[in-house]
C-alpha cells in the first residue's frame, strides 16, 4: 500500500483537493482529459491509507463495465483490494440477488435475455404490426420511460413535452406496448435490464433491515459520469446513501450527450442545491490535448447556452498541460466523396510521418455516414474499424436492399435475353434504384422523428447516393452496372484489425481518444442533426461536437462537405462560428437560431492588438498566443528557474507551483507588490503568501 503522502505528491493541486476533502459531500466537475479517474481512485485509496475507511467499504459506480475494470485496475496498482467498482446495474443486481430472497423469500426472478420477444408478443395482443426496427424502436421508447420513472400512463403526456417523437408509432401506441408488455413480463415472472434498478429500490425502500446493512456496508460512494444519471439511478444513488453525506460526484455538464436515454445533468448542476455543504472542486488542467486542439474545444464551448443555477458547477473552460502541436484543419470539400478521400489522405501522411493507425479516428453524427468513409480508406488500402455498430453492407436493410436490386438486375438480363425488355426499358438506372428501394421505405423526404425508421432510410439514402455517384461518373449505365460497383465496394471492406482507424459515431466515441481525430460532416442538418429543433436539443449537438474534438491529443481535423451530388448546398455548422480563420459565419450565410450574446468573461482584450480574448489561457496572458510578447527573456529566464528549484526542494511537479502560462502572465505584468501580483489568474492569496517574497525578488533582480 502507498503512502498517504506519496499519493499526493502524485497529484495536482486541485486532483489533491478532490483526495483529501472527505467526510462530506464532494462534487467534482472534470473537465475533458483532466485526470477524472486518477483523482478518484487516489482519493480512495488516500482516505484507506489514512484509515478514514476501509476498503470494503466503498462503492464506486460508473456506466460502462470498460470504466469499472479500469477503476479496480488502478486501485489495485495503487495497492488498494476489496473496493466494489461497479456498473450502476452491477452493483444493483449483486444486491438485489442477495438479499432478496431474505425480503421477498424467493429468488429473484429470472432476468429476460432479449426482450424483441416479450415486445412482440405485447405488440401482437394488441394487433399492432411490429417488424423488428419497429421492436427496437418500442425497446427504446420502454426503456426511456422506466429510467425516467414515467408509467404507460403517463407517458403520451410527457413524451409530448419533451418531444420525444418515433417515425414509426406515436406516443398513444407506444403507451398502450408499453403497459401490455409489463403485463406480459407478471405473466412469465420475469425481469428485464431496467428492473434490476426498479426491484433493488423497491427492496430497500420497503425492507429497512436491507437498507441498513447495505448502508452500513457501503459508508463512502463515489458517482463517475454523474452527469450521466437518470432519475431511476439517482432514486437508487439516494437510497444506497440514506442519511450519510460521504458522497462524491465527479461529472462534467460540457460532456451531456444522453439525454435522449434519460440522462439527467440537473442532477449534477444542482447538486450543491441540494446539499449546502458540498466541496465543489473543478479539474481544468488537460493533460490530453494540446493547446491548439483545447483552444478549439474553449471555443466552441463560450458559445453554448450559459448553465442554470450554480455557476461553480458550470462547465469548465480547459488550460492545456501538454506542449504545443500542430493547428488544428478546417476544411470544406466539394461533397462528400471528396470530404473522405481528403481525410483517407489526412491519415495516410500522418502514418507516412509515424503515427500508427491504431491511433487515429474519423467520428461523425449518424450511421449513415460512414459507408462513403469505409470506401475511401478501403480504396488507400488503409485498415479500420467500425465501433458501436454493424458495419454499412453487414446491415439488414443494406443487405436486403442489395438482394433486391440483385434480383431485379437478373430479372432484367433475363428479360432481354428474350428479346422482351420489361417493365424497366429505357428507365435510367438511378430511376430504377429508386423506385426499388422506394418500397422498402426510401423517399424523397426522410421521415420526421427518430428511431429504427429514420435509420433505415438513411441507410437506403447512402446507396441511393452511391448509385447516383457512379451514374454521373459513368453515363448509361445499367442497373446491373450499379449493382456490380455497389457489390465491389461491399466485397472492398477490409476485416477488421487491430491496427487499423476507429470508424464511429460521436456517442460511440464517448470516453475513448486518439492522436488523431477527424470529424466529418461539421455542417447544418446534420451537426447539428436536422431533428434537433428545440434549444436543448441544439444544445445537445453542440455538446457533442465538443466531445468528438476533446477526443483527439494532437492532431485534429474538421471537415464539411458543401454540396450533396453537386445540387444540394450544404453550409458549415454553426458551432464553428468564431471558432475557424475569419470568426463568425461567411457573409451570407443565414444561421436558423439567434445567437446568445457571450459570456462576459470574453470582454477581456488583448494588450497588443485590442481584441477580444477567447480562451482561459489567453485571458491568463492578457493577449492572444499569435500576438507579440511584452515580456522580458531574462526575467521569464529566471522565474523558470527559480520554480524549478523550487519543485525540486518541495518534491512537486513544477506546473503545481505555476504553470507556464502563469509565469509568462508575471513576466509580462512585472508586478512590484502583492496588490499586483493579486491581479494575475493563477496566483491566489495562499500562493502569494508561500512564493510572493520571492517572486518580486526574482522579478526585480536586474542581475
Known amino acids: 500500500m502507498i503512502g498517504a503522502e506519496e499519493l499526493l505528491d502524485r497529484l495536482d493541486p486541485e486532483q489533491r483537493e478532490v483526495a483529501t476533502s472527505l467526510g462530506g459531500p464532494v462534487a467534482v466537475i472534470a473537465g475533458a482529459g483532466t485526470g477524472k479517474t486518477r483523482a478518484i481512485t487516489h482519493r480512495i485509496a488516500y482516505a484507506v491509507a489514512t484509515g478514514v475507511c476501509a476498503p470494503t467499504n466503498v ?54 435475455d432479449n426482450r424483441y420477444g416479450l415486445v412482440a408478443e405485447a405488440a401482437s395482443r394488441l394487433r399492432i404490426s411490429a417488424e423488428s426496427a419497429g421492436l427496437r424502436d418500442l425497446i427504446t ?18 413524451a409530448a413535452t419533451g418531444n420525444r417523437q418515433l417515425a414509426s408509432y406515436d406516443a398513444e401506441t407506444v403507451a398502450r406496448v408499453f403497459g401490455t408488455y409489463e403485463q406480459v413480463k407478471r405473466e412469465r415472472v420475469r425481469i428485464d435490464f431496467d428492473d434490476i434498478l426498479l426491484c433493488t429500490a423497491a427492496m430497500i425502500a420497503e425492507y429497512p433491515q436491507v437498507a441498513d446493512e447495505i448502508r452500513r456496508t457501503y459508508r ?5 459520469e454523474y452527469q450521466d444519471v437518470s432519475p431511476l439511478q439517482q432514486a437508487v444513488l439516494d437510497l444506497w446513501r440514506g442519511d450519510s453525506h460521504d458522497l462524491c460526484v465527479v461529472g462534467d455538464p460540457a460532456q451531456t450527450i444522453h439525454s435522449f436515454a434519460g440522462a439527467q445533468a440537473s442532477f ?30 474553449n471555443r466552441v464551448l463560450q458559445g453554448a447556452r450559459p448553465v442554470r443555477g450554480n455557476g461553480q458547477l458550470a462547465p469548465v473552460l480547459l488550460e492545456a498541460q501538454r506542449d504545443h502541436g500542430p493547428e488544428p ?15 483517407a489522405d489526412w491519415f495516410a501522411g500522418l502514418h507516412k510521418s509515424g503515427v500508427s493507425y491504431r ?25 479500420y474499424l467500425v465501433r458501436g455498430g454493424e458495419r454499412f453492407y453487414e446491415r439488414p436493410e443494406v443487405r436486403q436492399a442489395l438482394l433486391t436490386l440483385r434480383t431485379q438486375a437478373r430479372t432484367a438480363e433475363a428479360a432481354l435475353d428474350d428479346s422482351s425488355a420489361g417493365a424497366a426499358d429505357g428507365q435510367p438506372a438511378v430511376a430504377q434504384v429508386k423506385a426499388l428501394l422506394g418500397s422498402l421505405g426510401w423517399t424523397e423526404q426522410p421521415p420526421t422523428g427518430t428511431g429504427a425508421v429514420r435509420e433505415r432510410w438513411e441507410s437506403l439514402a447512402a446507396l441511393v ?28 471492406q477490409h476485416v477488421p484489425t487491430a491496427d487499423g482507424v476507429t470508424v464511429s459515431t460521436l456517442h460511440s466515441a464517448k470516453g475513448l481518444e486518439w492522436d488523431a481525430v477527424a470529424l466529418i460532416g461539421v455542417s447544418e442538418g446534420s451537426l447539428p442533426f436536422v431533428l434537433a429543433t428545440t434549444e436543448e436539443q441544439i444544445e445537445e449537438e453542440r455538446r457533442l461536437f465538443y466531445v468528438g474534438i476533446t477526443r483527439a491529443r494532437r492532431h485534429l481535423r474538421i471537415s464539411w462537405a458543401r454540396t450533396r451530388n453537386g445540387s444540394t448546398q450544404r453550409t458549415s455548422s454553426r458551432f464553428l462560428d468564431g471558432v475557424r480563420p475569419g470568426g463568425d459565419a461567411p457573409a451570407g450565410q443565414r444561421r436558423p437560431t439567434v445567437r446568445r450574446t457571450r459570456p462576459s468573461v470574453l470582454a477581456a482584450t488583448c494588450r497588443s492588438c485590442g481584441r477580444h480574448l477567447t480562451d482561459a489561457a489567453e485571458r491568463k496572458l492578457g493577449r492572444h498566443t499569435d500576438c507579440p510578447a511584452s515580456y522580458d527573456e531574462p526575467t521569464l529566464d529566471r522565474l523558470r528557474t527559480w520554480r524549478k528549484h523550487r519543485a525540486t526542494q518541495e518534491r512537486m511537479p513544477a506546473y503545481v507551483i505555476f504553470t507556464d502560462a502563469t509565469l509568462v502572465a508575471i513576466a509580462e505584468a512585472r508586478p512590484q507588490n502583492a496588490r499586483d501580483l493579486i491581479k494575475i489568474p493563477g496566483v491566489g492569496k495562499n500562493k502569494i503568501s508561500k512564493y510572493g517574497a520571492d517572486l518580486l525578488e526574482v522579478i526585480n533582480d536586474a542581475g
Open 141 to 158: 421508447e420502454i426503456s426511456w420511460a422506466k429510467v425516467s420513472n414515467v408509467t404507460p400512463e403517463d407517458y403520451p403526456r410527457i
Open 59 to 112: 462503492l464506486a459506480v460508473t456506466f460502462t463495465t470498460r470504466a469499472a475494470g479500469e477503476m479496480r485496475g488502478r486501485l489495485q496498482q495503487l495497492g488498494v483490494h476489496g473496493v466494489q467498482a461497479r456498473t450502476f446495474h452491477s452493483a444493483a443486481l449483486r444486491q438485489a440477488q442477495y438479499f432478496w430472497p431474505r425480503a421477498y423469500k424467493s429468488d429473484l426472478p429470472p432476468i429476460v
Open 329 to 343: 484543419t478546417i476544411r470544406d470539400s466539394q461533397d462528400e466523396v471528396a470530404e473522405a478521400a481528403a481525410v
Open 268 to 297: 449534477l448542476t444542482g447538486f450543491a442545491k441540494r446539499h449546502p455543504d458540498t466541496t465543489v472542486v473543478r479539474l481544468v488542467r488537460d493533460y490530453r490535448s494540446t493547446p491548439q486542439v483545447v483552444r478549439i474545444a
Open 359 to 383: 491511433e487515429m479516428a474519423v467520428l461523425f453524427r449518424v450511421n449513415a455516414q460512414s459507408p462513403v468513409v469505409e470506401q475511401a480508406l478501403a480504396d488507400r488500402d488503409i485498415p
Open 465 to 492: 447516393a452511391a448509385a447516383e455517384d457512379f451514374a454521373a461518373a459513368r453515363s448509361g449505365c445499367t442497373l446491373t452496372d450499379v449493382v456490380v460497383e455497389l457489390q465491389r465496394r461491399a466485397d472492398a
Open 220 to 224: 463512502h460512494l463515489v458517482v463517475d
